[in-house]
């Protein structure tokens, strides 16, 4: 990536993003298969493998302990910080997107928002539960006090 992003030939580069890109999507899909092998991957699961792989790629460190296996925790996604501050230079020729680029960048952000309504309705369907379990958590509390009363009153009487 580093190499196509400064030698100014932006297909170069474009090329090398889309194929980093489907690794890193074929890789987090392999690891969600793998921690999943009991019960389906919510969206939520996939998300963060997804993120936590973006997170290794983007970080010198992490693509180390990634590569050799050893990541063994959560990293945050910081940016590329090796390409902080680099600026594409512009190609003289091509400037224009192909209508297949444009294709394909169409089909990624309908993938992408299909993906995100999807994670959406799953956060929304977790919310509703968590909702519903701190309704039950408040009765159970207000039961809880209301019997801790009781046998205080019992106590002092006594």
Not at 4 to 31: C, F, H, I, N
Not at 73 to 94: C, I, K
Not at 103 to 113: L, N
Not at 150 to 155: D, E, P, V
Request: aromatic share 2%; no cysteine.
């Amino acid at each position: 990536m580093r190499k196509s992003q400064l030698s100014g030939q932006t297909d170069r580069y474009r090329a090398a993003l889309d194929e980093l890109e489907r690794a890193q999507d074929e890789l987090a899909e392999v690891a969600v298969a793998r921690l999943s092998r009991d019960k389906p991957a919510s969206e939520a699961m996939r998300r963060r493998v997804s993120e936590l792989l973006r997170a290794a790629l983007a970080d010198g460190a992490g693509r180390e302990a990634l590569v050799r296996g050893a990541l063994v925790e959560e990293l945050e996604a910081s940016g590329f910080a090796s390409f902080a501050g680099v600026s594409v230079p512009q190609s003289t020729r091509g400037r224009e997107r192909t209508a297949s680029a444009r294709t394909r960048t169409d089909e990624r952000k309908r993938t992408r928002e299909k993906v995100l309504r999807r994670e959406l309705a799953d956060a929304k369907d977790a919310l509703r539960a968590a909702e519903r379990s701190v309704a039950e958590a408040v009765r159970e509390r207000e039961r809880a006090e209301r019997g801790v009363a009781s046998i205080q009153a019992k106590l002092d009487r006594l």
